[in-house]
């Protein structure tokens, strides 16, 4: 099965030109061109590969969770490094790597909606590229313009290109210059690109980053590689096709019958044990109703409004009283400081309270740490949820249902 792969930065159109390779059975380049769509070679599946510049991977450390909670998990802990606000972007996270690490790539949703319609797959360029060695990041071309930085957690950005005799882009100046910061003097920054050991000192000397030379790479050079990137055509984009059931009816004609009256069995007494469970809940909704009635909330439409309004009578009454809520800030606190004393000291660096969450600005924590924290918290009768960030880990927690009472 032969497979186009085309290299674009924005949505493609009859007019405009773009680079292409297509690639065998076996993922191995047998062609590359440029030109527009009507002189694409055929190919048995055509897909998109997104140009550094229109794509950003970065390396998230994710503690173990079930994978449907990843996505919104890294979401979280990217919320304030999105440089648009978040429904302009789509976030697609990779499977979770043995060290906890999640590659999340972030691209426009508008330009999803317009390549979905038209290739099977879309893939992050960089994403393709291999990762540089620990403590050190690779600095790598484009096929389509300017270059990219990938570094060793998985994460990559866009860089412009170098001018000829010039210093290093601005803002890969800046980046090396905060990450020597934070990490001290060791960076090191592979370049695999053709370049003079003239430049390759210069640039040393600029930043305080050792540069060295490495192994050239093209975008196209890989065809594994890029088969084994993360589709970004996910959730409300994706393609994938609902696998057809296929009957056994034809074939096993009584093993098919027994099953049959297995699952008509199945149904009756899952049916009877449903009907049974929305009486009971509609039994329990109507008294919490009753109750608030009974308190004096008189617009308590449903079991819901009527929880929430007995529980705000509830925290004003205290409030009167002179006595705290469960879910005020110093109730609250007072749950969570036990789980936090498996911290070291040093690693709050900032607390704050909103209504009924507290949010904590942590240092990195190891795998164990964090487990340990989340287990303590929940113990407590709290409902956590933590992710790392660049800045370090961030952990918001809340009363777990049922636990508001004082």
């Known amino acids: 099965m032969s497979t186009l792969r085309v290299l674009l930065a924005a949505a493609t159109s009859p007019s405009h030109d773009a680079s292409w390779t297509l690639f065998d059975a076996q993922d191995r380049p047998v062609r590359s061109g440029r030109g527009a769509p009507a002189s694409w070679p055929d190919a048995?599946?055509?897909?998109?590969?997104?140009?550094?510049?229109?794509?950003?991977?970065i390396g998230v450390a994710l503690p173990p969770m079930p994978a449907d909670r990843v996505a919104s998990a890294a979401a979280f802990a990217l919320e304030d490094q999105l440089a648009s606000p978040a429904h302009e972007q789509h976030l697609v996270a990779s499977a979770r790597r043995r060290d906890g690490v999640v590659e999340v790539a972030i691209a426009s949703r508008a330009?999803?909606?317009?390549?979905?319609?038209?290739?099977?797959?879309?893939?992050?360029?960089?994403?393709?590229?291999?990762?540089?060695?620990?403590?050190?990041?690779?600095?790598?071309?484009?096929?389509?313009?300017?270059?990219?930085?990938?570094?060793?957690?998985?994460?990559?950005?866009?860089?412009?290109?170098?001018e000829a005799d010039g210093p290093l882009p601005a803002e890969l100046a800046l980046a090396l210059a905060q990450a020597?910061?934070?990490?001290?003097?060791?960076?090191?920054?592979?370049?695999?690109?053709?370049?003079e050991e003239a430049r390759l000192a210069a640039w040393s000397a600029q930043c305080g980053?050792?540069?060295?030379?490495?192994?050239?790479?093209?975008?196209?050079?890989?065809?594994?590689?890029?088969?084994?990137?993360?589709?970004?055509?996910?959730?409300?984009?994706?393609?994938?096709?609902?696998?057809?059931?296929?009957?056994?009816?034809?074939?096993?004609?009584?093993?098919?019958?027994?099953?049959?009256?297995?699952?008509?069995?199945?149904?009756?007494?899952?049916?009877?044990?449903?009907?049974?469970?929305?009486?009971?809940?509609?039994?329990?909704?109507?008294?919490?109703?009753?109750?608030?009635?009974?308190?004096?909330?008189?617009?308590?439409?449903?079991?819901?409004?009527?929880?929430?309004?007995?529980?705000?009578k509830f925290t004003d009454a205290r409030h009167r009283a002179g006595l705290a809520a469960p879910a005020d800030a110093l109730p609250l606190l007072a749950r969570a400081a036990p789980a936090l004393s498996v911290l070291a000291p040093g690693t709050l660096k900032t607390a704050t309270y909103s209504p009924g969450t507290w949010t904590f600005d942590l240092a990195k924590l190891d795998v164990g740490v964090a487990g340990t924290l989340d287990r303590n918290l929940s113990a407590a009768g709290l409902a956590s949820l933590q992710a790392t960030n660049a800045a370090g880990t961030r952990l918001r927690t809340?009363?777990?249902?049922?636990?508001?009472?004082?």
């Open 44 to 57: 048995d599946r055509v897909e998109a590969v997104l140009a550094a510049s229109a794509v950003r991977l």
């Open 180 to 195: 020597v910061r934070v990490g001290g003097a060791n960076l090191h920054v592979d370049v695999a690109f053709a370049v």
């Open 398 to 406: 809340t009363l777990a249902p049922g636990a508001d009472r004082p």
């Open 209 to 312: 980053a050792s540069f060295k030379r490495g192994a050239t790479w093209r975008w196209d050079q890989d065809g594994r590689a890029l088969a084994a990137a993360t589709d970004l055509l996910q959730g409300e984009f994706s393609r994938q096709p609902t696998a057809p059931k296929r009957s056994a009816i034809s074939r096993f004609r009584w093993t098919a019958g027994f099953a049959l009256a297995a699952l008509v069995l199945h149904v009756g007494a899952t049916f009877a044990q449903w009907a049974w469970l929305r009486v009971d809940a509609w039994r329990t909704a109507s008294a919490i109703v009753d109750i608030a009635r009974d308190a004096g909330i008189s617009d308590a439409a449903d079991a819901e409004a009527a929880t929430i309004a007995l529980r705000r």
């Open 111 to 162: 330009l999803m909606a317009r390549l979905r319609k038209i290739f099977t797959r879309v893939i992050a360029e960089p994403a393709a590229a291999p990762l540089p060695s620990a403590g050190g990041w690779r600095w790598y071309v484009s096929g389509h313009e300017g270059g990219f930085i990938r570094k060793p957690d998985g994460g990559a950005f866009a860089v412009g290109t170098p």
